[in-house]
């Protein structure tokens, strides 16, 4: 049983580095063609750039929160999972 306990353990450890590790670089594209797109907005109409910038700030936190969901997603995958106490007997903690 704990041999099958530590299975899970490290299946999920590797889950969870693995979702944090795709969210954070989708969310690092997004985020760069965001402003990029931003930039090249505020260059050709210079009095937009209020707008644009609202607009920008409003969707990179948008972005931002996918990104804090993996983490959530992968923190609950390490922390909280049905065999924990099997796995933290394993370990030695009590």
Same mark, same amino acid.
């Given at each position: 049983?704990?041999?099958?306990?530590?299975?899970?353990? +490290?299946?999920?450890?590797?889950?969870?580095?693995?979702?944090?590790?795709?969210?954070?670089?989708?969310?690092?594209?997004?985020?760069?063609?965001?402003?990029?797109?931003?930039?090249?907005? +505020?260059?050709?109409?210079?009095?937009?750039?209020?707008?644009?910038?609202?607009?920008?700030?409003?969707?990179?936190?948008?972005?931002?929160?996918?990104?804090?969901?993996?983490?959530?997603?992968?923190?609950?995958?390490?922390?909280?999972?049905?065999?924990?106490?099997?796995?933290?007997?394993?370990?030695?903690?009590?």
């Amino acid at each position: 049983m704990e041999a099958d306990a530590l299975k899970f353990f +490290i299946a999920c450890v590797t889950a969870a580095g693995l979702c944090i590790a795709v969210a954070a670089f989708g969310c690092g594209i997004a985020q760069g063609l965001g402003l990029k797109s931003a930039v090249e907005g +505020i260059a050709r109409n210079p009095e937009s750039s209020g707008k644009v910038t609202v607009t920008l700030l409003i969707g990179l936190a948008m972005i931002e929160s996918l990104c804090i969901y993996a983490l959530v997603v992968s923190l609950i995958l390490i922390y909280a999972h049905p065999q924990a106490a099997a796995i933290a007997s394993l370990l030695g903690a009590h």
